[in-house]
C-alpha cells in the first residue's frame, strides 16, 4: 500500500503593528477619556468639579499633541501619510480616522487655548519674554464669549466619540485574529482609557498641583466605576465563549488553549485589577489615604498601558494559519525599546513646555464673559 506524505508549508509573516501602534492607542485613549473629565468643570461651569478639569486639559493637550507623532511613525513611512487624503477610500476605518484625528486635535487645541486665554492675557500684563509670548499667543486683549469655548469643547467631544469608534473599530474587523474580533473590544479600549487617564491625573496632580484631595477622590470615583464596568464587559466576553454565543471568542478560546504564558497574562490581568479596585476602595472609604491616591494613579495607568500592550503586540504572536505561537522580541531601537521611551519622553516636554508657559492652574472663569 503507497501511501503519501504531503508537506503544507505556510509564510510566517511578520508583525504589522510595532510598539508604535500601542503609544498612539494609549495616548489617544487618555486624550479622549481626559476630556470627558473636563466637561463638568470646564463646559458646564461646575465649581467643585474645576480642579478636576484643571489637571485633565492638561492631560488632554499634551497626548493629544503627542498621540498623532506616534501614529505617523507606525506608518514606518511617515511622509505617505499624504496617500490617506489623495485616495478616497470610505470604506476603511483608518481612512475616516485620518480625517477625524486633524480636526480633533485643532478643536481641542482651540478649547485649550480659549480656557487658557484669560490666564495667559493676565500674565501678557506681566514682564519678561514668557509675558510677551502670552501676549502673542493670546492674540489681544479682546475678550472671547462663552459660547465659543463651548461650541469648541462640544465640537472636541463629537470627534472624540469619531475617534473612540475608529480605533476600536479598525482593530475589531480583523476576523483573521479571533481575539480581535469581538464588538467588546472597541468598549474595553474605552473603558481602560478612562481608567488610565483618571490614573494619570491623579499623578500630574500629586507633582504638579499640590496634591489636591478633592481631585483624588473624584478621579477614584471614575476609576472605580469604570473598572466595574470592564469586569462586568470581560465577564460577558468570556460568557459568550463558554456558551458557543459568539463564534469569534469560541476561536479565541481555542487559539489559547494549553498555553501558559496567555494564562499566566489572564491571572496576572484578574489580580491587578482586582488590586486596583480594593486600592480604590479603600482609599475612598479612609480618606486619609487620599493623598496617596498617586499610587493607584500608577497601577492605572499601567492597566491602561498593559492591555493595549497584550492586544496589539501578543495578540499578533498567535500564529493565524497554523497552530503555535510566533516569538516576539522587543528591540531596542527606535521600533522598539527606544522608540516606548521616546514617546514618553515627547509626551513628558510637551507637558513641561505647557506648564512653562501657560499659566494653566488658575481659575478658568479669570477674565471669561
Same mark, same amino acid.
Given at each position: 500500500?503507497?501511501?503519501?506524505?504531503?508537506?503544507?508549508?505556510?509564510?510566517? $509573516?511578520?508583525?504589522?503593528? $510595532?510598539?508604535?501602534?500601542?503609544?498612539?492607542?494609549?495616548?489617544?485613549?487618555?486624550? $479622549?477619556?481626559?476630556?470627558?473629565?473636563?466637561?463638568?468643570?470646564?463646559?458646564?461651569?461646575?465649581?467643585?468639579?474645576?480642579?478636576?478639569?484643571?489637571?485633565?486639559?492638561?492631560?488632554?493637550?499634551?497626548?493629544?499633541?503627542?498621540?498623532?507623532?506616534?501614529?505617523?511613525?507606525?506608518?514606518?513611512?511617515?511622509?505617505?501619510?499624504?496617500?490617506? !487624503?489623495?485616495?478616497?477610500?470610505? +470604506?476603511?476605518?483608518? +481612512?475616516?480616522?485620518?480625517?477625524?484625528?486633524?480636526?480633533?486635535?485643532?478643536?481641542?487645541?482651540?478649547?485649550?487655548?480659549?480656557?487658557?486665554?484669560?490666564?495667559?492675557?493676565?500674565?501678557?500684563?506681566?514682564?519678561?519674554?514668557? #509675558?510677551?509670548?502670552?501676549?502673542?499667543?493670546?492674540?489681544? #486683549?479682546?475678550?472671547?464669549?462663552?459660547?465659543?469655548?463651548?461650541?469648541?469643547?462640544?465640537? #472636541?467631544?463629537?470627534?472624540?466619540?469619531?475617534?473612540?469608534? !475608529?480605533?476600536?473599530?479598525?482593530?475589531?474587523?480583523?476576523?483573521?485574529?479571533?481575539?480581535?474580533?469581538? !464588538?467588546?473590544?472597541?468598549?474595553?479600549?474605552?473603558?481602560?482609557?478612562?481608567?488610565?487617564?483618571?490614573?494619570?491625573?491623579?499623578?500630574?496632580?500629586?507633582?504638579?498641583?499640590?496634591?489636591?484631595?478633592?481631585?483624588?477622590?473624584?478621579?477614584?470615583?471614575?476609576?472605580?466605576?469604570?473598572?466595574?464596568?470592564? #469586569?462586568?464587559?470581560?465577564?460577558?466576553?468570556?460568557?459568550?465563549?463558554?456558551?458557543?454565543?459568539?463564534?469569534?471568542?469560541?476561536?479565541?478560546?481555542?487559539?489559547?488553549?494549553?498555553?501558559?504564558?496567555?494564562?499566566?497574562?489572564?491571572?496576572?490581568?484578574?489580580?491587578?485589577?482586582?488590586?486596583?479596585?480594593?486600592?480604590?476602595?479603600?482609599?475612598?472609604?479612609?480618606?486619609?489615604?487620599?493623598?496617596?491616591?498617586?499610587?493607584?494613579?500608577?497601577?492605572?495607568?499601567?492597566?491602561?498601558?498593559?492591555?493595549?500592550?497584550?492586544?496589539?503586540?501578543?495578540?499578533?504572536?498567535?500564529?493565524?494559519?497554523?497552530?503555535? !505561537? *510566533?516569538? *516576539?522580541?522587543?528591540?531596542?531601537?527606535?521600533?522598539?525599546?527606544?522608540?516606548?521611551?521616546?514617546?514618553?519622553?515627547?509626551?513628558?516636554?510637551?507637558?513641561?513646555?505647557?506648564?512653562?508657559?501657560?499659566?494653566?492652574?488658575?481659575?478658568?472663569?479669570?477674565?471669561?464673559?
Amino acid at each position: 500500500m503507497n501511501s503519501e506524505v504531503i508537506e503544507i508549508l505556510t509564510p510566517r $509573516y511578520g508583525i504589522a503593528w $510595532y510598539p508604535w501602534a500601542v503609544q498612539y492607542f494609549f495616548m489617544i485613549a487618555i486624550s $479622549y477619556s481626559a476630556l470627558l473629565l473636563t466637561v463638568p468643570g470646564l463646559l458646564m461651569g461646575k465649581r467643585q468639579y474645576q480642579a478636576l478639569a484643571r489637571v485633565a486639559l492638561l492631560v488632554t493637550v499634551s497626548c493629544t499633541l503627542v498621540g498623532p507623532v506616534a501614529l505617523l511613525a507606525d506608518l514606518h513611512q511617515p511622509l505617505r501619510f499624504w496617500h490617506f !487624503y489623495a485616495n478616497l477610500t470610505p +470604506w476603511s476605518w483608518m +481612512w475616516l480616522g485620518s480625517l477625524l484625528l486633524p480636526l480633533y486635535l485643532i478643536l481641542v487645541v482651540a478649547y485649550a487655548w480659549l480656557a487658557w486665554r484669560p490666564a495667559m492675557q493676565l500674565q501678557a500684563q506681566g514682564d519678561g519674554w514668557i #509675558a510677551r509670548l502670552s501676549g502673542w499667543i493670546s492674540l489681544g #486683549a479682546w475678550q472671547a464669549p462663552r459660547w465659543m469655548l463651548v461650541m469648541c469643547g462640544l465640537g #472636541a467631544l463629537l470627534m472624540s466619540f469619531g475617534i473612540m469608534l !475608529y480605533t476600536g473599530a479598525e482593530v475589531a474587523i480583523v476576523k483573521a485574529r479571533p481575539l480581535w474580533n469581538t !464588538y467588546w473590544l472597541p468598549v474595553m479600549f474605552v473603558l481602560t482609557g478612562i481608567v488610565a487617564a483618571a490614573g494619570l491625573v491623579m499623578v500630574i496632580n500629586r507633582l504638579m498641583t499640590g496634591n489636591d484631595e478633592e481631585v483624588n477622590a473624584q478621579s477614584l470615583k471614575v476609576v472605580f466605576s469604570t473598572m466595574v464596568l470592564a #469586569a462586568l464587559v470581560a465577564a460577558l466576553w468570556v460568557a459568550e465563549g463558554l456558551t458557543g454565543f459568539s463564534a469569534s471568542v469560541e476561536q479565541a478560546f481555542a487559539s489559547l488553549q494549553g498555553n501558559p504564558e496567555w494564562r499566566a497574562v489572564a491571572i496576572y490581568g484578574l489580580l491587578v485589577g482586582v488590586v486596583l479596585t480594593l486600592t480604590v476602595v479603600l482609599m475612598l472609604r479612609q480618606h486619609r489615604y487620599l493623598r496617596h491616591a498617586w499610587i493607584a494613579g500608577l497601577l492605572a495607568v499601567h492597566i491602561g498601558w498593559t492591555f493595549r500592550w497584550m492586544v496589539l503586540m501578543e495578540v499578533q504572536t498567535v500564529a493565524k494559519n497554523t497552530a503555535g !505561537y *510566533y516569538q *516576539y522580541v522587543l528591540e531596542m531601537g527606535s521600533s522598539g525599546l527606544l522608540g516606548i521611551l521616546g514617546t514618553f519622553g515627547l509626551w513628558l516636554a510637551a507637558l513641561l513646555i505647557i506648564d512653562i508657559l501657560v499659566p494653566w492652574k488658575r481659575d478658568f472663569q479669570a477674565g471669561t464673559h
